[in-house]
């Protein structure tokens, strides 16, 4: 009997794609756990609720100061190999992490500097990881794609820091070290993935080119309008700040509730990107990312004013189902619209976005709560994003009516990439 042909569409028919998802997992997962021993060993050495705060200080600065170097880096370069370096580094550290937990050596001070160099690593990795996906399956599986690796990320968020707490009962050293096994795993996969990118154009680093993803996101009116969109959602919909309080104070519940609350987003999410890595979106994807990110703000409003936990869960259930169809959307979209050669620097500009709106939208919820108080918060939140989305599809019609994720123009400039 003749063997059977592989299908094109079947996102694990593509050796790179797989290498590259198996990677996401294991470093998810590193990371995950390595955030959870961090926080409680730093709090463990110094009892000060700031220290806490200067973890992500020293994660925070060097994903904004170095997005643009990076993006530049991310299209000058092999991108293959800068995310490999990047891994390294980070392999090294948690390694050294681990070492000196383990010799008994370790200090606040030493705890911090080694997760600046993990943070440098990630400033660098991340605009050319985003631009290598594109190259790894066609472009009509894209979207599919770029939801089965969100799903690796929510699956590392929600088991990820369970892992690492039931490890940390042997001490920190242990989850460190488990860690560092999970990065080097990543490392060999991605030193393993076959990727082919073009030629590019060397260019000197100048204002100019640094700022290109800039100027090609203004020029470009559907980039503009996906990003902006992205930038107001989060910074208006940051319900899940104030979690803790509605858990104490409006629920009723106690850490086991808080936790449940925790999850409920990432479950929501880890199903929709499960689902959406079997479906491929193929009409009237801008209605429905509209429509997605209105849910979004429905959804806040929903848990704003429940009183019962189910409700709440089931509220913030659908938040993250919602908002993963949409930032999948988005991502797609971002993408495929922007030519292969600026895909680093476009991505660098769409990470100082997200992690500002991820930072300020925390800050914005708790400054409002506080004047406010958490609900009358939360309800303003829902809202200014309906209001949003008003807004974005007059503003953007041609985003509104928009039915492909891929155009002709676009498919006709990129190069014809396929590392499979």
């Known amino acids: ?81 800068i995310v490999l370096i990047g891994q390294i580094v980070e392999w090294v550290a948690i390694a050294a992490l681990a070492a000196l937990t383990l010799s008994h050596n370790i200090h606040e001070i030493g705890i911090l500097a080694l997760v600046l ?27 599919r794609a770029m939801a089965i690796n969100s799903s690796a990320g929510q699956a590392a968020m929600i088991m990820g820091p369970a892992l690492g707490g039931f490890l940390y009962v042997a001490g920190p050293g242990v989850v460190y070290a488990v860690s560092a096994i999970l990065y080097l795993v990543a490392a060999v996969m991605m030193s393993r993935l076959r990727y082919e990118q073009a ?9 100019k ?42 629920l009723h519940t106690g850490p086991w509730g808080l ?12 199903l929709m990107s499960l689902w959406l890595a079997k479906h491929t979106m193929e009409r009237r994807v801008g209605a429905i990312m509209f429509a997605c990110v209105a849910g979004f703000g429905v959804a806040t409003l929903v848990f704003a004013l429940s009183t019962t936990l189910w409700l709440s869960m089931a509220a913030l259930f659908a938040l993250g189902a919602f908002d993963m169809v949409s930032m999948v959307i ?68 041609t985003l509104r009516r928009r039915q492909r994720l891929q155009t002709e123009t676009v498919a006709a400039e990129q190069p014809s990439n396929e590392a499979l």
Do not use: C
């Open 259 to 270: 936790g449940l609350l925790r999850a409920s987003p990432a479950v929501g999410a880890l």
């Open 330 to 397: 988005r991502g797609a979209l971002v993408q495929l619209d922007t030519p292969d050669e600026m895909r680093g620097r476009v991505s660098a500009v769409n990470a100082i976005f997200i992690n500002t709106s991820n930072q300020l939208g925390e800050f914005e919820s708790g400054m409002l709560a506080a004047w406010m108080g958490a609900v009358h918060a939360t309800v303003l939140g829902g809202v200014g994003t309906l209001v949003v989305v008003g807004l974005w599809m007059v503003m953007f019609p």
């Open 199 to 207: 030629p590019p154009r060397r260019e000197p680093a100048t204002l």
């Open 1 to 81: 009997m003749p063997a059977r042909p592989l299908r094109s569409d079947s996102l694990f028919h593509h050796p790179a794609f797989v290498a590259f998802w198996f990677a996401r997992i294991a470093s998810g997962f590193g990371f995950q756990m390595l955030s959870v021993a961090v926080g409680w060993q730093i709090y463990a050495i110094t009892g000060r609720a700031f220290d806490l705060g200067l973890i992500g200080l020293v994660q925070f600065i060097p994903s904004v100061l170095l997005a643009l170097p990076a993006g530049h880096m991310a299209d000058q370069f092999d991108r293959r190999r």
């Open 117 to 143: 160099v993990i943070g440098v690593a990630k400033a660098f990795e991340f605009p050319a990881l985003q631009s290598m996906l594109p190259a790894l399956v066609p472009p009509a599986i894209l979207s």
């Open 209 to 250: 080119t640094l700022f290109a993803g800039v100027h090609f996101i203004r020029a470009r009116k559907d980039v503009l309008g996906v990003i902006s969109l992205d930038l107001f959602a989060v910074l208006l919909g940051g319900a899940t700040a104030l979690l803790p309080i509605f858990a104490k104070d409006i």
